[in-house]
């Protein structure tokens, strides 16, 4: 057992980034007068959340699979979870809920609304609409992953691979089921960490494989070779059909669809041969760089977008947009050079001790470089 830092994958940087600019397109489109057939377009980018679950549970679960041995799993775990979640996430809910109302002239939410954004609950009344919140709407999303960070440590932990793998399977089939019980009885789905939990599984199961000492074998190859394009084909013409249709079955199908689809679009990025030039693609220095600020981007792009049309007023969407993301990406790295990067540097006391990986990937993944990864 030694210290040390898991390779990394810089392509996984680039898939981020991308993830990031699908959400914000998404948040973007709509406030300029699009044609409806455009802003139905553009609803795709909501999917970048889906593409996110699917990069957190295979980031995460693979730390954890490879630090399981250590005697400071859980300490080294969270403590580097903490710095690196906490900090940005607290700071904008304060000048979410304390500073912005002052700028805008509108009323301090009152503390029973904020309370579900501070405890990281804010998509339980995002489900339960009885409930009152008062929070960000994006943070549900947070949230989600908040949850998932609070349990799955634990798992990993007690279970075997074996074991864990039924849990997996579990997951993948349990979560779609428990949807249509939620739809059944008219509850939403769509922010509720149970019904989203498969997307986080297909990363967890892509976490396996990357830690397996067997090599993904070509017939797994061409599963997510099929599977990204069977998908992709399928889907594209489903989502113009059905899009905002409000069917309970497409509602509780599609969140494992699309999770499904970037299982295998990231299976490919990691295990596929042919997949070297796209892995290059998204390995590029501008795609690494916003990966690396990618939780800046997703904090902060809301409140980004909203000022900019309220201060400057841009009277064209290219102005909008230009200033829209200039301003986000400006406030994002800004926020971690100058305060999230000083706490991390904090991470040196909560270092990861795990053997090295002798994965038959190893090779293929440290030949990449070291990229860091927001996630870890």
């Known amino acids: ?36 057939r455009v802003v139905q377009a553009f609803v795709i980018g ?50 979410y809920f304390f ?41 549900w999303s947070l949230a989600v992953e908040e949850q998932f960070y609070l349990v799955w440590p634990l798992l990993v932990f007690v279970l075997s691979r074996r074991r864990f793998q039924h849990v997996l399977t579990a997951t993948l ?26 997307a986080l599984g297909y990363g967890a199961v892509l976490a396996m494989l990357l830690t397996s000492k067997e090599s993904v074998s070509r017939r ?11 998908l992709a084909i399928a889907m594209i013409p489903a989502f113009v059909v059905f899009s905002g249709s409000g069917l309970a079955w497409l509602q509780a199908l599609k969140l494992s669809l699309i ?15 042919l997949a070297r030039r796209v892995t290059g693609l998204l390995s590029n220095r501008l795609l690494r760089w916003l990966g690396g600020i990618s939780y800046g981007l997703y904090v902060f792009h809301p409140t980004c977008f909203m000022l900019v049309r309220r201060v400057a007023s ?23 050079r100058y305060f999230e990067s000083p706490l991390l540097r904090l991470k040196r006391y909560f270092r990861y001790e795990m053997a090295v990986q002798r994965s038959p990937h190893s090779a293929v993944l440290l030949a990449e470089g070291p990229a860091a990864a927001p996630a870890e």
Request: glycine share 6%; hydrophobic share 50%.
């Open 1 to 36: 057992m030694i210290s040390t830092e898991p390779s990394r994958i810089p392509s996984l940087d680039g898939i981020r980034a991308i993830a990031a600019l699908m959400v914000m397109f998404f948040h973007f489109v709509g406030h300029h007068g699009e044609p409806g």
């Open 46 to 95: 909501q999917t970048g959340v889906d593409l996110f679950f699917v990069l957190s549970g295979l980031l995460i679960t693979r730390i954890l699979l490879l630090s399981k041995e250590s005697p400071h799993y859980f300490r080294s775990f969270y403590g580097r979870r903490v710095l690196r979640i906490f900090p940005l996430y607290y700071a904008f809910l304060a000048i």
């Open 99 to 139: 500073v912005l109302p002052h700028l805008l002239a509108t009323p301090v939410p009152p503390l029973h609304t904020q309370m579900w954004s501070w405890l990281y609950l804010e998509n339980v009344p995002r489900t339960f609409t009885a409930l009152t919140t008062s929070g960000p709407d994006h943070f």
């Open 173 to 198: 089939v349990l979560s779609p089921l428990l949807r249509l019980l939620f739809l059944h009885g008219g509850i939403g789905v769509f922010y509720f960490t149970l019904t989203r939990l498969d």
């Open 220 to 230: 797994q190859i061409w599963i997510f070779r099929v599977l990204a394009a069977g």
């Open 259 to 273: 999770p499904a689809f970037y299982f295998a679009v990231i299976g490919f990025c990691i295990f596929d041969p």
């Open 314 to 336: 841009p009277h064209s969407l290219i102005l909008d947009l230009v200033l829209s993301f200039g301003v986000t990406i400006a406030v994002a790295f800004v926020s971690f």
